[in-house]
């Protein structure tokens, strides 16, 4: 039996971890013959644009767990009802003799494998689908957390962290609006109150997608900072307004705060550092996150990168053992000393569901977190990655 | 004797290594009893505002040397030549038996130190000032880098490697424009070229605001770009056209982008954004690499943080011996291995200079760098320091 790989979606520090995960286990796996990849997702399987993986050292695993972004490449597609698509995509299945695909990615990919997994069963075939998580937005249900949230949340963690010092030299109130991924979860927005400690108030107001964004009371909060402090107010890109707008596209702040349409301005950042400076006379700026939160691999977390890696792992093991149509998830065990399990579930429960942070760990103000979420995440970031360096630079591996 | 130090001008990840080496210094040295810090840099000592650092344990200067950000507090005030102004700093020197100031910046503060010397002399006093060296912008005369230089660029030049990564990933034509830090200095937009290794091409353009930015000649640079490669654009926020304005205030470049008032729109790397996908239709994104670049302390250079140490080390050394209106200078003996000596010059051969890159480091197209460049700056990045940790936090001390 042959087993094929393909990484779909957004990018992220450990989504190679997951693929080096599945090619060791697939290594280790006497019943594997060959391992495969996809080369830009399901898209790759089309193409029929698909490369051998078998011969993997034990180096280049190493750096393929270190390297961020997709090392297959990647694409959006999802697939539709049309048969054709599902037809095409078996017969490549059926050239390369696999047994066993393995889909990486958040939730549209969860929805691909679902619906590869449904066509299998309705053809007869016995080949096995497992979808295998991944997503900085850790918006996947069923799973305490997915794969590539932890090292994005601790790449914010330590961002505000070290912003809030960089913006308090100056004795002068100042405000930094810090915008953070996330257009429904604000899972890694809330990441930036895992920065605090004991020595470092990094942000005190945080201001996700699933509360409404009010901006009467979120200025009033904001003329509440004591003067000679900067905390930095970490906003998430998808936060809306009462009327369910996005902030970017809401006219009642737009009118509140400037004049301009919104096409000239930049985002919700931006949209919130002129809402304060108008009306506050505070000196604001916004700093965008970017993408560098899902890439940035120099300062992974060590945990992700093990469960990721595990989670791949684990995926071929099941496979292997006649599992199909599940997604591996995480159930944590405890939080302290943190201990997971890794268990299969159907990906029909999961496709298709966005899981945004609940009541419980969102403050009653709407503005905030609460220990709930920190007793979460708090583990999610640590470890730090004994990573491979030459001449000051993370290695990289390229296909 | 005692002696005081104070922190000016923008932070660093390494600002604080210096004044690790100076509590270090004063620790030692059998002629130093008291060490004492100015908060706000010289506004602390007008302001009186003085704090005692004689008791720092090894402890607190191990996380003293990894904080990023001023410790002390920082100021942008530059002396002028009313000299009220020196008779007030004099006599909190006196106040508090100074022997010795040093003062931790760039520019400015070499500026500053440098009045503080000429004063102390033509007034007689015995006192010995000395600036220690400090800037991300790598800008400072004389001195072959500043401490602050290879942990910005270090930054730099793995941020642009992991975003060249994650850009890749769909298989079609774009580009990432990344703005840095530098106004008039491009040294640390040249680094991103430093991202590059045999495995990795993470940007084959660079615009310094050394050269005249060609509108004509960048488009046509970047239209030469191969398809399915998607390199980094590194762009200097200072990068100015042919009539010395900066890009962001040039009405040439206005109309050839786009018609809005530049008021509305982001900063050079947006209008540059624009300039492409207006031009060349190929799909665009800006990022700005922000103060993340001088504060992200977890992915220092070791060997700038050690160097930087040493400057304010061997500063307390040559201070104590009777030197005064110096800098600490780093004097470069081999390229490979390297090899440095630190030597005190004189603050008035340095003052009020900006170090430029130079022609050697800069292509003939003015749009990249030079083997020079490389050889001098892939020396600066070296190094993972041994950082600690806390539950995936680096730690931090503040005052």
């Known amino acids: 039996m042959n087993i094929l790989v393909g990484q779909s979606g957004g990018p992220t520090a450990v989504i190679n971890s997951t693929l080096a995960g599945i090619i060791a286990g697939g290594i280790k796996s006497p019943k594997i013959e060959r391992i495969f990849g996809a080369v830009g997702g399901i898209e790759g399987v089309f193409q029929n644009d698909i490369i051998e993986l078998t011969g993997f ?115 002068m109130k100042s405000v930094v609006v810090l915008e953070i991924m996330g257009r429904n979860a604000g899972w890694l927005t809330a990441a930036a109150a895992l920065g605090n400690d004991s020595d470092v108030l990094a942000t005190d107001i945080i201001c996700l997608p699933e509360r409404a964004f009010d901006p009467d009371k979120f200025l009033e909060k904001v003329s509440n900072i004591e003067s000679g402090t900067a905390p930095i107010i970490a906003v998430s890109e998808g936060i809306k307004d ?16 400037d004049g301009f349409s919104h096409a000239a301005l930049g985002g919700v950042g931006r949209r919130i550092e002129n809402l304060i400076s108008e009306n506050l006379g505070i000196k604001t700026r916004t700093i965008e996150l970017s993408t560098l939160q899902r890439c940035y691999a120099q300062c992974a977390s060590e945990r992700d990168i093990c469960e990721a890696f595990d989670a791949g792992f684990e995926s071929v093991r099941l496979a292997e053992n006649g599992e199909s149509g599940f997604m591996p998830c995480f159930k944590r065990i405890f939080d302290n000393p943190y201990k997971i399990e890794i268990i299969p579930r159907p990906l029909s429960e999961i496709a298709n569901y ?46």
Chains 1, 2 share one sequence.
């Open 57 to 171: 050292s034990s180096a280049k695993l190493a750096l393929l767990k270190q390297t961020p972004s997709s090392f297959l490449g990647s694409c959006r597609r999802k697939l539709g009802d049309e048969e054709e698509a599902y037809i095409k995509i078996f017969e490549i299945f059926k050239k390369y003799d696999i047994g066993c695909f393995f889909y990486i990615g958040g939730n549209d990919s969860m929805d691909t494998a679902d619906k590869l997994n449904r066509f299998a069963r309705k053809i007869g075939s016995e080949i096995r689908i497992c979808g295998v998580p991944k997503t900085i937005d850790n918006d996947l249900a069923v799973t305490d957390h997915s794969p590539g949230y932890g090292s994005a949340a601790k790449f914010v963690a330590n961002a505000v962290r070290s912003l809030a010092l960089d913006t308090a030299v100056y004795n």
């Open 242 to 257: 009462r009327f369910g707008n996005y902030l970017g596209e809401s006219p009642s702040l737009r009118q509140k705060s």
């Open 354 to 399: 966005e899981k945004t942070v609940p009541d419980n760990m969102i403050t009653a103000d709407g503005m905030g977190v609460t220990q709930d979420f920190i007793t979460y995440g708090s583990p999610l970031i640590c470890g730090e990655p004994n990573h491979i360096y030459e001449n000051g630079l993370l290695k990289f591996i390229k296909r």
